[in-house]
């Protein structure tokens, strides 16, 4: 079964720390995506990995990707409250024809002052 | 327009009513998807169309009818839906299904509440 798990699920955060948000799959995949999702708004694509030891780095955030653990992380860096949001991540498997995106729970991230 | 756009943004449903979703991309994508999000639970894929055909229907109760005329417009068709159907869908497109082109672009949503 394809599994895609976040942890953790929810984070309260002060400004100015640092954290980690981890994401584990469990099948060899390809290519993983960091999406982030504000209330009410649509899915924003943040980061795409496509190999391993893959790290990408955006403002405050910075993605990674270990295939052979099957994992990846989402680094958050001196959090500030625009952070706030729920940050979702997925991972292509192949199905089918198609390369499936399955979704991880999400990680609802608050940023407190 | 840009991207990908959802209509209604907000629908309100009775078990016996026949209501549409409807999706447009103006991204000249040629793959079109249906998520459902639900509270607590993961996003969950519904369907896929390729070049408009359908390529994955994944276990989707009857009640929920998809349609894709044409390679920038899908619609989800509902009727006789259940109050647990409460739930954002979501669109989204890609170039294609497959291979390095594959990324998502999601749209907005329409969150549907089913009384």
Known sequence: ELKVEQNPL???MQEGKNYTIYCNYSTTSDRLYWYRQDPGKSL???FVL???GAVKQEGRLMASLDTKARLSTLHITAAVHDLSATYFCAV???GGSNYKLTFGKGTLLTVNP | ETGVTQTPRHLVM???NKKSLKCEQHLGHNAMYWYKQ???KPLELMFVYNFK???ENNSVPSRFSPECPNSSHLFLHLHTLQPEDSALYLCASSQETAGTYNEQYFGPGTRLTVT
């Open chain 1, 44 to 46: 924003e694509s943040l």
């Open chain 2, 38 to 40: 639900s509270a607590k």
């Open chain 2, 53 to 55: 055909e359908q390529t």
């Open chain 1, 10 to 12: 929810f984070l309260s």
């Open chain 2, 14 to 16: 009775g078990m016996t």
């Open chain 1, 92 to 94: 292509v498997f192949v």
């Open chain 1, 50 to 52: 496509l190999s391993n």
